[in-house]
Structure formats: structure tokens, C-alpha cells
């Protein structure tokens, strides 16, 4: 059975409160991000990880969970968030 197929849309599994206020609660939201870090960020480890989880949830969305929370990881590491949004 295929997984169902993501878009920009599609909800993340956790909303991921930023330190600046914004919330990223979709994949577009996560895509948009990413798209945002700045070139010494993109040499670090935990964000090439984040970067290709996302894309491989993007081909298979049960990845989605595990890219989500790689990505919390990374905002964290990098002091951009603090941990889940309220809901």
C-alpha cells in the first residue's frame, strides 16, 4: 500500500513554535524553513539531516513524523525554537 502523497499543505504531526513567534504547522511551512537557512547552517550536520528527512517524507509520507521531530531537533540545536507550539 502507497503512502498518501504530501504537499505543501499537508500538516506537520507537531507544530514547531519559533523563538521569533511564527509557527511552522505545515510542510510548506517546514520547506519554507529550511529554504531560509543561511549557508553556514546548511554545512551543519543536523540541518543536512533535516533537509533530507523532509525530502524523503516528501516521496514517502510516513517519514513525515521522523522529519518533523528532526527538524524540532535542529530549531533547538540552533536556538530558533523552544519546543512544541500550545495548542
Given at each position: 500500500?502507497?503512502?498518501?502523497?504530501?504537499?505543501?499543505?499537508?500538516?506537520?504531526?507537531?507544530?514547531?513554535?519559533?523563538?521569533?513567534?511564527?509557527t511552522?504547522?505545515?510542510?510548506?511551512?517546514?520547506?519554507?524553513?529550511?529554504?531560509?537557512?543561511?549557508?553556514?547552517?546548511?554545512?551543519?550536520?543536523?540541518?543536512?539531516?533535516?533537509?533530507?528527512?523532509?525530502?524523503?517524507?516528501?516521496?514517502?509520507?510516513?517519514?513525515?513524523?521522523?522529519?518533523?521531530?528532526n527538524?524540532?531537533?535542529?530549531?533547538?540545536?540552533?536556538?530558533?525554537?523552544?519546543?512544541?507550539?500550545?495548542?
Amino acid at each position: 500500500m502507497q503512502s498518501p502523497q504530501l504537499n505543501s499543505a499537508s500538516p506537520l504531526p507537531i507544530a514547531l513554535a519559533l523563538n521569533d513567534g511564527t509557527t511552522l504547522a505545515t510542510v510548506g511551512d517546514a520547506a519554507a524553513c529550511l529554504a531560509r537557512l543561511s549557508e553556514e547552517q546548511r554545512q551543519k550536520h543536523y540541518w543536512k539531516v533535516a533537509v533530507k528527512l523532509l525530502d524523503s517524507a516528501l516521496k514517502e509520507s510516513r517519514y513525515l513524523y521522523a522529519a518533523t521531530l528532526n527538524l524540532q531537533t535542529a530549531l533547538l540545536l540552533d536556538g530558533l525554537a523552544g519546543g512544541p507550539a500550545e495548542a
